[in-house]
Antibody, heavy 126, light 109 residues
Framework: QVTLKESGPVRVRPTETLTLTCTVS??????????VSWIRQPPGKALEWLAH???????SYSTSLKSRLTISKDTSTSQVVLTMTNMDPVDTATYYC??????????????????WGQGTLVTVSS | SSELTQDPAVSVALGQTVRITCQGD??????ASWYQQKPGQAPVLVIY???NRPSGIPDRFSGSSSGNTASLTITGAQAEDDADYYC????????????FGGGTKLTVL
């Protein structure tokens, strides 16, 4: 059974750094064609993809937030960590981690975020 | 472009068919995946690839694509399909980045 669970502070102050941890089970962070993304959703708004880490430790970031984000993983503890610097009230959101699986069918790339954590609401306020 | 555009709201009568669309340049190169989200819950994958449903997703959900537009069709909408729906695609730049659409609120009347 695949599960993901986010953990971290429920509140941070403006300018502080947010550190979130995603603990996964039911699969290994070293599995090929799999990885973990962080995705957020401000209250009442749309989903926004933030960052991703692959099994080979390759990382990718949202272009607009790249300067503030760092993603890493520890395969031995099955954890993926996201840090976001210089937090602002507009960063108030529910933060999700999700497993990405991708493959190629008849040469065409396809992907799916097939398992999601429950999400953790982070409020940025002083 | 790395944007995906969805209609903010769509309604459908109970038992009727509804199509939710998603437009973006990246869809010319990559399949969309679709997610259903109900209030207070995490998104759930409903369609991925050309037209693939995860186990447990009813076969009334189907996907299609043409040009820069991907569509999610619900044939015989049920009350429990009342939810937000998001499309998602890999970024058109070819880099390993992904983008979500703005979401469509589906109301089943």
């Amino acid at each position: 059974q695949v599960t993901l669970k986010e953990s971290g502070p429920v509140r941070v102050r403006p300018t502080e750094t947010l550190t979130l941890t995603c603990t996964v089970s039911g699969f290994s962070l070293s599995n090929a064609r799999m990885g973990v993304s962080w995705i957020r959703q401000p209250p009442g708004k749309a989903l926004e993809w933030l960052a991703h880490i692959f099994s080979n430790d390759e990382k990718s970031y949202s272009t607009s937030l790249k300067s503030r984000l760092t993603i890493s993983k520890d395969t031995s503890t099955s954890q993926v960590v996201l840090t976001m610097t210089n937090m602002d009230p507009v960063d108030t959101a529910t933060y999700y981690c999700a497993r990405l699986f991708y493959d190629y069918v008849w040469g065409s790339y396809r992907h799916k975020f097939d398992y999601w954590g429950q999400g953790t609401l982070v409020t940025v306020s002083s | 472009s790395s944007e995906l555009t969805q209609d903010p709201a769509v309604s459908v009568a109970l038992g009727q068919t509804v199509r939710i669309t998603c437009q973006g340049d990246s869809l010319r190169s990559y399949y969309a995946s679709w997610y259903q989200q109900k209030p207070g819950q995490a998104p759930v994958l409903v369609i991925y690839g050309k037209n693939n449903r995860p186990s447990g997703i009813p076969d009334r959900f189907s996907g299609s694509s043409s040009g820069n537009t991907a569509s999610l069709t619900i044939t015989g909408a049920q009350a429990e399909d009342d939810a937000d729906y998001y499309c998602n695609s890999r970024d058109s730049s070819g880099n390993h980045r992904w983008v979500f659409g703005g979401g469509t609120k589906l109301t089943v009347l």
